[in-house]
Every structure is written in structure tokens, then in C-alpha cells.
């Protein structure tokens, strides 16, 4: 479980960003928020974030200064600067002071969590998180977590080995036999079987029609889709849904 702290002083951007990361992310603790500077060097102090997504601007002393003094009591935090100001000098002031990334407000929900994403993918790879007397196998496993979190939430994208294999900084043949190793089965099948998971579960609790459903999983033919279903569950859709609807 990954810890996130808010720092903000705005009530209303606070609970739309809590409210994103509740939606997207079943691994992150949300920390009681921080409304200013101060607040947010004590609660790092106090709790350890691994994750901190910062305004600039607000009270007391601002997001960069508290940066900059949370670095040295967490050095190994992610921090996400979240700003209304494009200012240049601001992004050369945040990268320089260690921050993972810098988002304008209004931030769009797929870039808070694609940077979200990207800061959960730094603290679990091998190459920055393995230390004195922690076996690489330990580190391995904290990736795997994350790319499962990652299927989870993007099952109904096309989802490429390749890809996610790149995005763990892993070598996608090693990554291919350690996640087949891992999960008993290879990473093409268990991205199927989930989707076929989820459709199950539509076909249980909806009336979509079949091509909806495909749709919905990212299925770009109703045909293919149907095959799929097939071959997992030795029964086409249609007969699945008449079977559990008996």
C-alpha cells in the first residue's frame, strides 16, 4: 500500500482529487490532507509519504519551499506539483528540487493518473529501490503488484507485453517468463480472462447487448469478442446470459 498526501488549501480541489484517486487506485492510503506549507513538512515528517501531490501556491510557505525541506526528511518521495501558474521558472524550480512530475490545473483526471502511474512504477523499480540486505526476488514481486494494479484499471485499452514490460523498466522476455513464473499463466491469457471476467459480470447485471458489452471491454469486433468468450468459457455469450438468468 502506497501512502499519498494532498497538500492543497482549496476544500474543493481536495475532494475532487481524493475522489479520483479513490475511483482509479485500490493500493494508495490517503493521507489526512495538508492545507499549507507548514502543514505539509510536519505530516511528511509525521507519516512518511511515498507519493505527495503539491500546490504551489499556498499559505505560509510555499509548495516548492516545502519541497525542498521534505526532500531531506524523505529523499526518496514522488512529488506531483499541481499549478494554475505555467510559468516556466516554476517547472526549472520543481524538476531542480526533485519533483516526479508538473501538472497544470485544472488537472484532467487521465494525466493525474498517468503521473500517479509513473510515480508508483519509480518506487517499485529494481534499479532504485533494491538496498543493502532486500532481495531483488522482494523487489520483482512489488512490480508485479503494480502491473496487475495497471491491467486492472486499463483492461478495456489494448494492453501490449511490450509496453507495460517497458514501463517496469524490465526486459520483456524476462518480464513474459517471470509474470507466467508468477501468475501460472502467460500475460496475453490473463489479460483475456480478465476481460472475460468482466464481462460476465455485465452480462449478469446489465441488459447491454452483446456488442455493447464488447465494446465496453475494448473489443473493436463483436465477432472476435464472441470467440474469445468462447474459448474460455466453452459458450458463447447469449448462452451464459440465458443460463444465469434461469
Partial sequence: MYKLLIVEDVPLERRALR???QRQYFNIDILEDAKNG???IEKAKLYRPDIILMDIRIPEISGLEAQKRIVKIVPNVKTIILTAY???DYAQEAIKNGVADYLLKPVRPEELVKAIDSAIVSLTKAISVVSKGQSSTGTERDILKSVLNYIERHYCLEIKLNAVAELVHLNPQYFSRY???EMGITFSNYVMKLRVEKAKK???DTNYPIYRIAA????SDPSYFNKVFLKYEKQPPYKYKQMINK
Avoid at 216 to 219: A, H
Fill in 202 to 204: 455485465l452480462l449478469a
Fill in 216 to 219: 465496453e471491454l475494448g473489443f
Fill in 38 to 40: 507548514t502543514e505539509a
Fill in 179 to 181: 509474470f507466467k513464473k
Fill in 86 to 88: 505555467s510559468e516556466f
Fill in 19 to 21: 475522489k479520483i484517486i
